[in-house]
């Protein structure tokens, strides 16, 4: 396994910069923020740190020598937007961002491209089906075209009002990935699998790696902290930003000796990427290169590099 992390923390450096920071902490990759240029629609979102829709012969070898340089792989091209957005012109650019994002990931001989898979968050998942079938045919093609894996994120993003009541992203579960996948079963789909999502959703965080341990393309570490005092307050059904809190890992409730305990039993060989959202490091950018840095000395306890 390789130890990474995700670009979208230093939205301010450049891809050269991102890289001389992963090589000062110890990291062997990152996982490469690559949203169409413009504005950020959220938080940890609108990062640009690879620019695929203007993506010369040129500009991928200058790619390739600062990965050489820093002695840093790229382990996926990230880009998490709502494909199945009830609004059609922004569920049609996310997917067509998502063509460009494998091809590049193809060109750059990385194989990675991480995600979501979106969704209408006011209507059922079975109500979703149709249409993710519509928008997603064409992007497995694609994987498949390119030889590319897409790893999707099990993030149920919802947190906040805007995303009540079912949250933007279908992937939240074993039972829907089990659809998912027989809905399409090419070997180019599978799971980009973050731990904290199910800790704070009260499920079982360890045996999906033993149960869909063909289908990691990626993992995330993240950590996440429930308050058990404001959950007691207002309940499940509360919007989760009431209740719960991205932490660093080791600073929440993710068991990361079981973890990777299990990891390791599942044969998954690929990257780890610390995903940082804990709000405690992020009043500077010292703040969250500290946090990068405290991280990956954590992690290398069970990552030990070679």
Partial sequence: MQLGFVSAILPEYNLEEVFAVASQCGYECVEVMCW???????????????????????????????????????????????????????????????????????????GRVTTFIGRDWKKTIDDNWPRFENVWGPIIEAAEKFDVRIGIENCPMFF???????GKNLAISPAVWRRMFETFPSEHFGLNYDPSHPVFMHMDYLTPMRAFADRLVHVHAKDVRVDQVMLDQVGVFANPNEWHTPKLPGLGQVDWGQFFSILTDTGYSGPVCVEVEDRSYEGSIENRIRALKQSHDYLRNYLPRM
């Fill in 36 to 110: 169409p240029p413009g504005k950020a629609e959220r938080r940890y979102a609108g990062t640009t740190h690879i620019d695929v829709t203007d993506l010369s012969d040129e500009r991928i070898d200058e790619i390739q020598s600062l990965c050489q340089r820093y002695d840093v792989a790229i382990s996926s091209l990230g880009y998490y937007p709502n494909p199945l957005s009830p609004d059609e012109s922004e569920s049609k650019v996310a997917a067509e961002h998502l063509i460009r994002l494998i091809e590049a990931s193809s060109r750059l001989g990385i």
């Fill in 160 to 166: 906040g009002d805007d995303e009540w009541p079912g």
